[in-house]
């Protein structure tokens, strides 16, 4: 039996999909999709990023604050450690403004080139780099005045400075301090190469696209991004006093973030 042309289904040729009341184009909405995997996986970067620099500010704590500070209480010093959290999720959350922005713009034009992505993570290694050597000259810093560096502190240091604070320490507190900076620098940057973010292509799927699916897509990344730059979801974002969570210097102090305190 011969079915004639005319009575089968036709496609149409424009590459929407339609729903009730909203049409996406196809590559629009795959192209946003893969935006927000993007951004997940590098907020994922980031949160591993902050869980290393609570590593060392738990290094900071056994190595110097907790034999400055022998009756702090245990509450206080939690508080300090969640404070601390709080100005490391802070510090990411700046970071993440221009990648999301430059997300949306990839995003919207439909266009993923390699070298941008490449770029995402050359950003993530530097940040995490620097982030690394700031953290390390200030334990020194730390250890001899009990407090973080400030932005006057480091335009007089020098490395002469560096070595004079750590003939001041035990040789063991250099050499532990050190070879955790080495060891989170290197677990970074493993991450940080090993990311893997696919081809936006590889989103293209039978599900439509909605009017509300764009709108999520679009707004909660950026409410992630607001939230964590500001720290707290009170009517002033996170300062210093925040990190007064004790009688002690030492230990409000450690709250403190080195990269927030660099321009201070």
């Known amino acids: ?12 040729s424009e590459t929407y999909i339609q729903s009730k009341d909203f049409a996406v184009p196809n590559r629009f ?10 951004f997940f996986r590098l907020s ?14 738990l ?23 969640l404070a601390g959290f709080r100005f490391d999720v802070l510090i990411f959350g700046f970071l993440m403004i221009p990648i999301y922005f430059l997300l949306m713009i990839q995003a919207f034009s439909e266009k993923w080139p ?27 810093h730390f250890s001899r005045y009990g407090a973080r560096m400030r932005f006057a502190d480091y335009t007089s240091w020098n490395f002469a400075k560096l070595v004079e604070e750590m003939e001041l320490l035990q040789r063991h507190q250099v050499l532990i301090f050190s070879v955790i900076t080495v060891m989170l620098l290197s677990l970074g940057y493993m991450l940080t ?13 039978p599900q439509a696209g909605s009017k509300i699916e764009v709108v999520w897509r679009v707004v909660f990344p950026l409410l992630i991004v607001f939230l964590a730059a500001r720290g707290t979801v009170d009517a002033h974002h ?17 709250a403190l973030s080195p990269v927030w305190c660099f321009d201070k």
């Open 193 to 205: 190469k090993s990311l893997r973010f696919g081809e936006w292509k590889d989103e293209f799927s």
């Open 1 to 12: 039996m011969i079915i004639p042309l005319d009575n089968c289904l036709e496609f149409p």
């Open 44 to 57: 994922m970067l980031a949160l591993i990023m902050i869980v290393f620099m609570t590593l060392f500010r």
């Open 238 to 254: 996170l300062g210093l006093e925040h990190s007064e969570v004790s009688s002690m210097k030492p230990i409000n102090e450690m």
């Open 59 to 81: 290094n900071l704590y056994f190595l110097s604050v907790f034999h400055a500070t022998p009756d702090a209480v245990f509450v206080e010093v939690a508080q300090s450690f």
């Open 114 to 140: 390699s070298g941008v992505l490449i770029g995402y993570k050359i950003y993530f290694g530097i940040v995490w780099s620097l982030i690394c050597v700031l953290t390390y000259i200030d334990f020194f």
């Open 29 to 38: 909405i795959f192209s946003l999709r893969f935006s927000t995997k993007v």
